[in-house]
């Protein structure tokens, strides 16, 4: 049927795999399928009709962007669903060219080149579709391939420079989306599968594109760092666990008892977290760093926990919906008379990521979609209290997600793979103690085993030592004694060796440590990728109290050694970077001067952001450092051996979890140094903030608490604050 | 007498034995009370020269786990959380029940709807007071059983008191010129600081206490696992 615009329309039946659309397309050409509405001007559905016993009934409509959310038992669908722990969405529009052409999305919208000549046919992605009813709307049209694509999205390009300019009596509600790969946001949200994300941050927001966690990317360290707007050396909050040397315990900073602990210990440093800065209008759910009780009534765990059980109706299932009791307590914040600052935490994505293998690349987005809704719902109360157009909107994710897209992440047992058959060492840690069988008792390491990144502390200058209280710098480890006499150099074991022994050179660039880092002295780390790549950070204090690094490439540096420098092959693949010359490049330097000169981390993120390692620089260099002004007692001691990072593909996980029973695969995994774990989320909207736009300038998640500062009309300079605010997302400036 | 008695209640004591005896055993068959990782022999190639080495790894039973139902940490939170059910989910529950389709929630939406009309209302001190005091009461968080919350409410109602007591203040301060309160600020400033004290103290203090009580409970709890792993292990050692 031709419609007024002159393309074809179609109806495709719900209960059909295929229809033929006797349009023929040929290899490049532009194809463009929309869906249209029906005569009545409502969107065309399907009912996708499943079982007829109450526990087993399924009725939902779904348009031609299908659904993410609608739970079947169906499986296998013709293009792989969310449903089969897989990319796209269940019981949406397909199309493919020619009978036996290869599947792909159509959805509400299609606009692309045709990868090949033939007939085009459209359908249901649907494994059993007969029992269904309804039909698809939609038109097609087949152009000249230089016809350019339309690009909706974004408006364009925002410089990060200009003037804030918050309305008064503004609110702010943050959304922290554990986890949430920006690039998955961004294509859900084109698909149609996160309108108000969309709506709110896309067309009426501005994404900051190179936001960076800082290093280790997981959750406890990140979000210490936005809700203080400073890197770990001043908060404290390095990783998800640690050892303490002198108490010689472990200390898990991921159960709801350590969540207080956090904050306590942040405020013990004098350092001033988000709701110190609000203390009488800052609301929040759960939070994984929870001020005890800093008002009565807007943060509060008891009241907290009491609706989140009365939204899953029952304790063990408040994990599970975990998102939708952290939205519900924000209706409860919302309509709390004092409440201007609001923080919603939903880590549902991220506690999902996890458990599947294909992560936010398959069964993950049903979470997604939620989260989504989760937001929705407050934007909603938002605008029934005719809040909204007063509210600023934030939306930021912790860190980033490694896996399900491209290959499945695998365990690697440090247990068994190194410390117990190289090092013949016990090993504790979060999952409990394993023994090294022949091992004395009292032969023992620690291992932090989180995601991936690690710390490892081991007993002082010898396996059989006994010490844990006191650490090893890169001088005992590289000259480390086993029990039996024998020594090692601790890094190549690390970085070279699994429990089948030195890793074969071809295999190297997919070996599981991606690299380890030690302290050389109290200013200098030391990375080590393989022998032949190392590297040394060394930082300074300016007078001006800001600080500087070098980055020092070497090889086969062992210490009181010879320091042999290379122009190649560096640990943090800088050197050999493209991105990273050219950026270099426009700051007026060559290679070789910018790493002869210290430069400030923000100067390092700079030239870093197109590189594979964005800021790991400062970020590394930090990690090991304790700030003097705000450091604790026994701080330097408590800092681990070495800190391993995972190479892609790898997770730091043991093959027996004796604290878990269930636990087979590693899925979705956070806490390396590389792009993928490290880029996040970070997009503001509200009155006064470009629409559509995009910044380029890089970010870390420590400029999101100043932002939010300027956008509440605070002062944010003179707070001890790392972080500086993201100007470039106000409007009147070019 | 006594003595058929004494036997009797032993006799139920037995048999209530033999009874849980009974559950875990069908319990460890059907994995929900422990798995058991078999012994394993693993070669290792040791650093630095690749001598070969022979590790065995012992039977493991592993009886903890967090994500599961059957996990007692969380058959004890789910028995503590029955009470904390209000009154309003539960009658939500019966009617979600009675309507098929997805949840409606049709009462606690209703009081939404009454909750965002009301705060559409021109924010002048009656209509704040009376909107606080609600939000102070909180009647649609009550549970039958009353919960950990209520003890919160008590602390909320005294928080309106304050705000109120200080509204009406600042209003009779209009009747007297020059001064904009009938107390003067400077002295209602020290009693309002010190309830605000004793408030934030005492909610401190009982989350203290309701986390300390769960955490004494989660310990013991922990205890009994470690008994019944090495009970399990004890068992199962010789068939492997």
Same mark, same amino acid.
């Given at each position: 049927?031709?419609?007024?615009?002159?393309?074809?329309?179609?109806?495709?039946?719900?209960?059909?795999?295929?229809?033929?659309?006797?349009?023929?397309?040929?290899?490049?050409?532009?194809?463009?399928?929309?869906?249209?509405?029906?005569?009545?001007?409502?969107?065309?559905?399907?009912?996708?009709?499943?079982?007829? %016993?109450?526990?087993?009934?399924?009725?939902?409509?779904?348009?031609?962007?299908?659904?993410?959310?609608?739970?079947?038992?169906?499986?296998?669908?013709?293009?792989?669903?969310?449903?089969?722990?897989?990319?796209?969405?269940?019981?949406?529009?397909?199309?493919?060219?020619?009978?036996?052409?290869?599947?792909? /999305?159509? #959805?509400?919208?299609?606009?692309?080149?045709?990868?090949?000549?033939?007939?085009?046919?459209?359908?249901?992605?649907?494994?059993?579709?007969?029992?269904?009813?309804?039909?698809?709307?939609?038109?097609?049209?087949?152009?000249?391939?230089?016809?350019?694509?339309?690009?909706?999205?974004?408006?364009?390009?925002?410089?990060?420079?200009?003037?804030?300019?918050?309305?008064?009596?503004?609110?702010?509600?943050?959304?922290?989306?554990?986890?949430?790969?920006?690039?998955?946001?961004?294509?859900?949200?084109?698909?149609?599968?996160?309108?108000?994300?969309?709506?709110?941050?896309?067309?009426?927001?501005?994404?900051?594109?190179?936001?960076?966690?800082?290093?280790?990317?997981?959750?406890?360290?990140?979000?210490?760092?936005?809700?203080?707007?400073?890197?770990?050396?001043?908060?404290?909050?390095?990783?998800?666990?640690?050892?303490?040397?002198?108490?010689?315990?472990?200390?898990?900073?991921?159960?709801?008892?350590?969540?207080?602990?956090?904050?306590?210990?942040?405020?013990?440093?004098?350092?001033?977290?988000?709701?110190?800065?609000?203390?009488?209008?800052?609301?929040? #759910?759960?939070?994984?760093?929870?001020?005890?009780?800093?008002?009565?009534?807007?943060?509060?765990?008891?009241?907290?926990?009491?609706?989140?059980?009365?939204?899953?109706?029952?304790?063990?299932?408040?994990?599970?919906?975990?998102?939708?009791?952290?939205?519900?307590?924000? %209706?409860?914040?919302?309509?709390?008379?004092?409440?201007?600052?609001?923080?919603?935490?939903?880590?549902?994505?991220?506690?999902?990521?996890?458990?599947?293998?294909?992560?936010?690349?398959?069964?993950?987005?049903?979470?997604?979609?939620?989260?989504?809704?989760?937001?929705?719902?407050?934007?909603?109360?938002?605008?029934?209290?005719?809040?909204?157009?007063?509210?600023?909107?934030?939306?930021?994710?912790?860190?980033?997600?490694?896996?399900? $897209?491209?290959?499945?992440?695998?365990?690697?047992?440090?247990?068994?793979?190194?410390?117990?058959?190289?090092?013949?060492?016990?090993?504790?840690?979060?999952?409990?103690?394993?023994?090294?069988?022949?091992?004395?008792?009292?032969?023992?390491?620690?291992?932090?085993?989180?995601?991936?990144?690690?710390?490892?502390?081991?007993?002082?200058?010898?396996?059989?030592?006994?010490?844990?209280?006191?650490?090893?710098? @890169?001088?005992?480890?590289? $000259?480390?004694?086993?029990?039996?006499?024998?020594?090692?150099?601790?890094?190549?074991?690390?970085?070279?060796?699994?429990?089948?022994?030195?890793?074969?050179?071809?295999?190297?660039?997919?070996?599981?440590?991606?690299?380890?880092?030690?302290?050389?002295?109290?200013?200098?780390?030391?990375?080590?990728?393989?022998?032949?790549?190392?590297?040394?950070?060394?930082?300074?204090?300016?007078?001006?109290?800001?600080?500087?690094?070098? /980055?020092?490439?070497?090889?086969?540096?062992?210490?009181?050694?010879?320091?042999?420098?290379?122009?190649?092959?560096?640990?943090?693949?800088?050197?050999?970077?493209?991105?990273?010359?050219?950026?270099?490049?426009?700051?007026?330097?060559?290679?070789?001067?910018? @790493?002869?000169?210290?430069?400030?981390?923000?100067?390092?993120?700079?030239?870093?952001? #197109?590189?594979?390692?964005?800021?790991?620089?400062?970020?590394?260099?930090?990690?090991?450092?304790?700030?003097?002004?705000?450091?604790?007692?026994?701080?330097?001691?408590?800092?681990?051996?070495?800190?391993?990072?995972?190479?892609?593909?790898?997770?730091?996980?043991?093959?027996?979890?004796?604290?878990?029973?269930?636990?087979?695969?590693?899925?979705?995994?956070?806490?390396?140094?590389?792009?993928?774990?490290?880029?996040?989320?970070?997009?503001?909207?509200?009155?006064?903030?470009?629409?559509?736009?995009?910044?380029?300038?890089?970010?870390?998640?420590?400029?999101?608490?100043?932002?939010?500062?300027?956008?509440?009309?605070?002062?944010?300079?003179?707070?001890?604050?790392?972080?500086?605010?993201?100007?470039?997302?106000?409007?009147?400036?070019? | 007498?006594?003595?058929?008695?004494?036997?009797?209640?032993? @006799?139920?004591?037995?048999?209530?034995?033999?009874?849980?005896?009974?559950?875990?055993?069908?319990?460890?068959?059907?994995?929900?009370?422990?798995?058991?990782?078999?012994?394993?022999?693993?070669?290792?190639?040791?650093?630095?020269?690749?001598?070969?080495?022979?590790?065995?790894?012992?039977?493991?039973?592993?009886?903890?786990?967090?994500?599961?139902?059957?996990?007692?940490?969380?058959?004890?939170?789910?028995?503590?959380?029955?009470?904390?059910?209000?009154?309003?989910?539960?009658?939500?529950?019966?009617?979600?029940?009675?309507?098929?389709?997805?949840?409606?929630?049709?009462?606690?939406?209703?009081?939404?709807?009454?909750?965002?009309?009301?705060?559409?209302?021109?924010?002048?001190?009656?209509?704040?007071?009376?909107?606080?005091?609600?939000?102070?009461?909180?009647?649609?968080?009550?549970?039958?059983?009353?919960?950990?919350?209520?003890?919160?409410?008590?602390? /909320?109602?005294?928080?309106?008191?304050?705000?109120?007591?200080?509204?009406?203040?600042?209003?009779?301060?209009?009747?007297?010129?020059?001064?904009?309160?009938? @107390?003067?600020?400077?002295?209602?400033?020290?009693?309002?600081?010190?309830?605000?004290?004793?408030?934030?103290?005492?909610?401190?203090?009982?989350?203290?206490? /309701?986390?300390?009580?769960?955490?004494?409970?989660?310990?013991?709890?922990?205890?009994?696992?470690?008994?019944?792993?090495?009970?399990?292990?004890?068992?199962?050692?010789?068939?492997?």
């Amino acid at each position: 049927m031709q419609c007024q615009d002159g393309m074809q329309c179609f109806a495709v039946p719900g209960n059909h795999a295929w229809t033929p659309t006797g349009l023929r397309v040929e290899r490049g050409d532009r194809l463009t399928v929309v869906e249209v509405p029906d005569l009545k001007g409502r969107l065309s559905s399907v009912t996708v009709r499943r079982g007829w %016993l109450p526990f087993d009934r399924v009725r939902a409509r779904v348009a031609a962007g299908g659904s993410y959310t609608l739970r079947t038992r169906d499986r296998d669908f013709p293009l792989p669903a969310v449903l089969d722990d897989r990319r796209f969405p269940a019981y949406c529009l397909v199309g493919r060219i020619g009978e036996d052409g290869d599947v792909f /999305y159509v #959805g509400p919208r299609y606009d692309g080149k045709a990868d090949a000549s033939g007939e085009l046919w459209l359908g249901i992605n649907d494994p059993n579709p007969a029992k269904n009813k309804g039909e698809f709307l939609c038109k097609v049209a087949v152009e000249d391939p230089s016809t350019e694509e339309p690009n909706t999205w974004p408006r364009g390009v925002a410089l990060d420079r200009g003037k804030p300019r918050p309305i008064p009596d503004a609110n702010v509600v943050i959304f922290f989306i554990d986890g949430l790969r920006p690039d998955v946001a961004v294509e859900m949200a084109q698909m149609g599968h996160m309108p108000t994300f969309r709506e709110i941050f896309m067309d009426g927001g501005t994404q900051v594109e190179n936001a960076f966690s800082i290093l280790p990317s997981l959750t406890d360290a990140n979000f210490a760092s936005m809700i203080t707007g400073t890197f770990s050396d001043k908060h404290g909050s390095k990783t998800n666990f640690h050892f303490d040397r002198q108490k010689g315990r472990f200390v898990s900073n991921l159960n709801k008892y350590s969540y207080p602990r956090l904050a306590a210990q942040i405020r013990q440093r004098g350092v001033r977290a988000i709701y110190d800065y609000f203390p009488d209008s800052f609301g929040a #759910g759960a939070l994984p760093v929870q001020p005890r009780s800093p008002k009565v009534l807007q943060v509060n765990l008891l009241e907290w926990a009491h609706r989140s059980l009365n939204v899953a109706n029952c304790m063990s299932e408040v994990l599970k919906q975990i998102d939708k009791a952290q939205a519900r307590f924000g %209706l409860d914040l919302a309509s709390c008379p004092n409440v201007r600052v609001m923080l919603i935490w939903l880590p549902g994505t991220d506690v999902y990521s996890e458990k599947h293998e294909h992560a936010q690349f398959g069964r993950t987005r049903a979470k997604i979609a939620e989260a989504d809704e989760c937001m929705a719902k407050v934007v909603r109360q938002l605008k029934r209290r005719d809040q909204f157009d007063n509210t600023y909107f934030v939306l930021f994710s912790d860190h980033g997600t490694v896996g399900g $897209n491209g290959f499945v992440n695998k365990k690697f047992d440090l247990h068994r793979e190194v410390l117990h058959p190289h090092f013949r060492l016990n090993t504790a840690g979060y999952y409990g103690r394993f023994r090294c069988p022949g091992t004395p008792r009292d032969h023992l390491a620690f291992i932090s085993d989180t995601d991936g990144a690690v710390q490892v502390s081991l007993p002082y200058t010898n396996a059989d030592s006994g010490n844990l209280a006191r650490p090893n710098f @890169l001088v005992q480890l590289q $000259n480390y004694e086993l029990a039996d006499d024998r020594r090692l150099r601790a890094l190549e074991v690390f970085t070279e060796f699994t429990s089948r022994g030195r890793i074969r050179r071809e295999d190297l660039d997919s070996k599981p440590v991606d690299f380890a880092v030690a302290r050389s002295d109290e200013d200098t780390v030391f990375l080590q990728r393989t022998t032949k790549s190392q590297a040394f950070i060394r930082q300074r204090l300016r007078p001006d109290g800001e600080l500087e690094f070098r /980055y020092e490439p070497v090889r086969d540096y062992l210490p009181g050694g010879r320091i042999e420098r290379i122009s190649s092959g560096d640990p943090l693949r800088y050197v050999d970077s493209q991105a990273f010359s050219e950026a270099v490049a426009r700051e007026g330097r060559s290679v070789e001067d910018w @790493l002869s000169r210290f430069h400030t981390g923000k100067e390092w993120l700079k030239v870093t952001a #197109g590189t594979e390692y964005p800021g790991c620089i400062d970020a590394i260099s930090r990690f090991f450092r304790c700030d003097d002004q705000f450091k604790e007692e026994n701080e330097e001691q408590n800092l681990p051996d070495v800190l391993l990072f995972a190479n892609r593909g790898w997770t730091f996980m043991p093959k027996v979890m004796l604290n878990i029973r269930i636990q087979e695969i590693a899925g979705g995994r956070h806490g390396m140094a590389f792009r993928e774990a490290t880029q996040i989320c970070m997009f503001f909207a509200g009155p006064g903030i470009r629409q559509g736009y995009v910044i380029k300038e890089p970010h870390r998640i420590v400029d999101i608490l100043p932002t939010v500062l300027t956008m509440m009309s605070r002062d944010w300079k003179g707070n001890a604050i790392d972080g500086i605010p993201v100007n470039g997302i106000w409007e009147g400036h070019e | 007498m006594k003595e058929i008695r004494l036997r009797s209640c032993v @006799l139920e004591v037995k048999r209530a034995g033999l009874l849980v005896l009974l559950v875990c055993m069908l319990g460890t068959i059907s994995g929900c009370v422990c798995k058991v990782i078999p012994p394993e022999t693993v070669t290792v190639r040791s650093a630095p020269d690749g001598e070969l080495h022979t590790f065995e790894y012992p039977l493991m039973v592993i009886v903890h786990d967090e994500n599961s139902v059957w996990d007692a940490h969380q058959i004890k939170n789910n028995i503590i959380g029955l009470t904390e059910l209000e009154a309003v989910r539960i009658l939500d529950i019966l009617s979600d029940i009675l309507t098929p389709g997805p949840e409606h929630r049709p009462i606690e939406n209703a009081i939404e709807w009454i909750k965002n009309q009301y705060a559409k209302l021109p924010p002048c001190a009656p209509v704040t007071i009376v909107r606080e005091l609600f939000w102070a009461m909180g009647f649609e968080k009550l549970s039958p059983t009353r919960g950990s919350g209520f003890f919160p409410r008590v602390i /909320y109602l005294t928080d309106w008191l304050q705000i109120t007591l200080g509204e009406m203040n600042r209003v009779a301060g209009y009747a007297i010129p020059g001064q904009d309160t009938l @107390l003067p600020r400077t002295w209602t400033a020290r009693p309002n600081d010190g309830v605000d004290s004793a408030q934030n103290g005492l909610m401190g203090a009982y989350i203290y206490l /309701y986390q300390g009580l769960d955490w004494c409970l989660d310990k013991t709890i922990a205890g009994g696992e470690i008994v019944w792993q090495k009970t399990v292990w004890l068992v199962l050692v010789p068939w492997y």
